[in-house]
């Protein structure tokens, strides 16, 4: 059983739990399981049989004995009871209906209904209405989401999270992932994927990720996650897959205005029959039929600039990190652990910053030519100032600008908060200037193009971090950003060793936002970027 299959059905696991009204933690602990099995490199089976387990950070004792209980029987007993009781393909529907899971599940015990089709068909009859609390306005809702053309669900998927269940369905069917996820768009609100193989069909409507089927027709599929997910498969012949991939990527507006497509094999002859430059999916938002820029590839990245560590809220150590970096092939890595006026993690004040540095210089010595450089995410405080003092400030080889509280300040005081910071001789980047959480929480109030004025004026960087609920900035913001000529850092913000890989989405957010080589300030050397 390898990691991939490991990690899904901890996530189909997880899913489960959360229909059932498990505690919040309990459902969040096995979905970081997941994440963390699908991103180890060494085989979790091994490690499960060996009873190591638990050497991989954020496995406990309770998951430990799921994982025993997968690897020795290939199956979680309570993941089928929860199946059994639970119904996920009706609560599959809800969510993706609009309808309370729970509701409509109660729906369908009172009229017997467990399937799309079923439901389909019950609401055409007008039998919806039979059931209590069902009138004509949710009767109108479900068929209209039951229609041809599938509703957005109103929350996206973080992209990794896309990514992963995108990896999960279309690695089985031959399939390449198009559509939002294709474009690199921060919430995936569908997933759609394009296959030429003749079996597509009948292995997509069989997949453990897919728990309804909406409709189904000789070329094309469309079935929902248990998360209220639509998946979309085109099943293309061989000479019109590149136009039909070049269709099922692009926003409406984008390939309205290059129709007719030609058929043709790639996208690439696509293109060129229009008489088109090749465009990068990560543009093809907004009909444009200009050359674009040379676009930055995360293989130019030469090192990270924020990440955490155990001296903050970091899960590996300051060598851990540093190894896992350069084995990434990059040339330097920046320690960014907090300052103290974060206040809800552990911050590093003057003292624990030089105690640190011991640890960074024996990193160094073990790892040369690799670099750890001495760095921070240094707070704002209420009153303006940074979280550090300035002689400590000034040994440090990175500093990090951070806004934690204050989030909802007014736009004009926000601002003067972090433009004044922003002045401070040390600091070489602002980090996720926005503050928002997706799906949580809105962008603060900071005026960007103020902020880019000071930052040209000042020569600080701005920052597109790439934890999956910030990617902040955002694409369109990088792209003002980089119109004004500020340099833009690619950074993780990682606090674990898998969390390094995040770079892929800060370079995708990037790339989205116009973003060439020499716009992002850490695809330079190192020398480049100690100089001041």
Request: proline share 6%.
């Amino acid at each position: 059983m390898d990691n991939a299959e490991i990690a899904r059905t901890l996530d189909a696991y997880a899913a489960l739990l959360d229909l059932a009204g498990a505690a919040h933690w309990s459902v969040r602990a096995y979905r970081r399981a997941a994440d963390l099995i699908r991103a180890t490199p060494a085989p979790v089976e091994q490690l499960v049989r060996s009873g190591r387990a638990r050497e991989l950070r954020g496995i406990g004792p309770g998951i430990e004995r799921r994982l025993r209980e997968l690897v020795e029987t290939g199956r979680i007993a309570e993941l089928e009871e929860l199946e059994r009781e639970v119904e996920p393909e009706l609560v599959a529907l809800g969510r993706y209906l609009g309808i309370g899971p729970q509701r409509l599940v109660a729906l369908g015990r009172a009229l017997g209904i467990r399937t799309a089709d079923e439901l389909r068909a019950a609401a055409e009859a007008g039998r919806l209405r039979d059931a209590p609390g069902v009138g004509p306005a949710t009767e109108a809702k479900v068929l209209a989401a039951l229609s041809r053309e599938p509703q957005p669900a109103r929350r996206g998927l973080t992209r990794n999270r896309a990514l992963a269940l995108a990896d999960a369905i279309a690695g089985s069917l031959d399939a390449v992932p198009a559509g939002e996820l294709r474009r690199g768009c921060e919430l995936v609100h569908g997933l759609v994927l394009v296959s030429t193989a003749p079996d597509a069909l009948e292995r997509f409507v069989s997949q453990p990720e897919v728990v309804a089927v909406l409709e189904r027709d000789e070329s094309h599929a469309i079935g929902v996650t248990v998360e209220g997910i639509p998946v979309e498969l085109v099943v293309a012949r061989l000479e019109r897959f590149g136009g039909e991939l070049v269709r099922v990527t692009g926003s409406e507006a984008y390939t309205d205005a290059l129709e007719p497509l030609p058929d043709a094999e790639t996208e690439e002859q696509v293109y060129e029959r229009l008489g088109l430059a090749w465009l990068p999916p990560e543009l093809r938002e907004a009909p444009f039929r200009n050359e674009p820029p040379p676009l930055v590839e995360e293989s130019e990245i030469r090192g990270d600039l924020h990440c955490h560590t155990t001296w903050s809220d970091g899960k590996a150590s300051v060598l851990e990190m540093a190894a896992a970096a350069r084995d990434r092939g990059y040339e330097y890595l920046a320690i960014c652990d907090h300052t103290p006026n974060v206040r809800v993690v552990p911050g590093l004040d003057a003292d624990a910053l030089r105690r640190q540095a011991e640890e960074i210089a024996a990193a160094n010595e073990e790892l040369a030519p690799f670099r750890v450089l001495r760095g921070a995410e240094c707070d704002i405080r209420a009153d303006g100032h940074l979280d550090l003092p300035d002689d400590v400030l000034a040994e440090l080889e990175w500093v990090q600008l951070s806004l934690h509280a204050g989030q909802r300040l007014p736009g004009a005081e926000l601002t003067a908060r972090v433009t004044e910071a922003m002045r401070h001789p040390a600091v070489r980047c602002l980090s996720h200037p926005r503050g928002r959480i997706l799906n949580h929480r809105p962008p603060n109030a900071l005026d960007l193009e103020r902020t880019i004025e000071v930052a040209l004026e000042s020569g600080v960087a701005l920052e597109t971090n790439g934890l999956p609920d910030r990617l902040d900035l955002r694409d369109e913001e990088v792209r003002l950003a980089v119109d004004a000529g500020v340099p833009i850092v690619c950074s993780t913000d990682a606090h674990s060793v898998p969390g390094l890989g995040n770079m892929r989405l800060a370079v995708t957010t990037a790339r989205r936002g116009w973003a060439t080589a020499a716009d992002v300030l850490n695809t330079r050397s190192l020398a480049e970027i100690l100089r001041r």
